[in-house]
């Protein structure tokens, strides 16, 4: 690849995730395809379809022309209504035609990378008509692909990767949205602190300080005092953050010791996906 050397860890997370993804559909039979995912709304042949849509988008491919059902309960933000096209309009496909249009798509957006040779700050094409930096937009591909990977894998019962390079980035990503979760979202007061503590294949602690203004910031080191301390492993953790369970569904996986009441906002808060 001739990605830019800042660029490369995304390029190789993202070949990493978009390839066991792809293994684990090519064997699938046409009744697996309507498997229910830990994504909302979406089954296995949805989560594919969507990942199949965005990588096109990053081809630079025309969004279809296509109306949306109306009765289609999931979909309540103009966010969902535009991740949502790209799905339905593959919903009558086959199980075998999702296969060859993603192993296409693989293809292209494998030749799109070996020649891509733009400064990160570039700017391109982002969901909803905006605009993003290509560093961002593949942060993004890489955290994307590695999480519906293991929407895929929950569904079809084969766990695996969580602690691949795409786990890596998304833990990142992750991270990036804990200080706004605590300090505005939960709403922690000022002066305070809060630890996070992960185990399992991505070990981590971070403490979350919220200051005198009320603005969040996160750094590795402990809190002698924290108001809250939240324990709990990897996967919980990244299910938390991407809204694919609730806390009082895996509350016997989450450890809390101090103020109760802010643990539970706090929690209630933790999705930062759309």
């Known amino acids: 690849m001739t990605v830019h050397p800042s660029l490369q860890n995304y390029a190789d997370a993202w070949s990493h995730s978009i390839e066991a993804l792809t293994e684990l559909v090519q064997p699938l039979v046409e009744g697996e395809w309507n498997r229910r995912t830990p994504c909302p709304g979406w089954s296995v042949r949805d989560v594919v379809s969507h990942v199949i849509g965005m990588e096109c988008e990053?081809?630079?491919d025309p969004r279809p022309i296509h109306s949306l059902p109306r009765d289609l309960y999931h979909v309540r933000s103009d966010s969902a209504r535009y991740m949502e096209l790209q799905v339905d309009v593959r919903r009558h496909h086959t199980g075998l035609e999702i296969v060859s249009e993603l192993e296409y798509t693989v293809i292209r957006r494998n030749r799109q990378l070996r020649n891509e040779n733009r400064d990160p700050d570039t700017m391109v094409p982002a969901p909803l008509r905006s605009r993003q930096t290509l560093e961002t937009a593949m942060r993004m591909r890489a955290f994307d692909v590695w999480?519906?990977?293991q929407d895929l894998r929950h569904a079809l019962d084969k766990p695996g990767n969580l602690d691949?390079?795409?786990?890596?980035?998304?833990?990142?990503?992750?991270?990036e949205a804990l200080p706004k979760v605590v300090a505005k979202d939960a709403g922690v007061p000022p002066h305070s602190a809060v630890v996070i503590d992960v185990s399992g294949p991505v070990e981590f602690l971070r403490t979350v300080r919220v200051n005198a203004e009320g603005r969040g910031s996160i750094d590795g080191s402990p809190s002698l005092g924290?108001?809250?301390s939240l324990a709990t492993d990897w996967e919980t953790y990244y299910r938390?953050?991407?809204g694919r369970v609730r806390s009082a569904a895996v509350a016997d996986r989450i450890k809390i010791d101090g103020d109760q009441e802010l643990a539970e906002a706090i929690l209630r808060e933790f999705a930062v996906t759309p």
């Open 58 to 60: 990053m081809l630079g």
């Open 240 to 242: 938390l953050a991407c």
């Open 147 to 149: 999480v519906h990977e």
């Open 164 to 175: 691949g390079p795409g786990a890596q980035v998304a833990r990142d990503v992750l991270l």
């Open 226 to 228: 924290p108001v809250v």
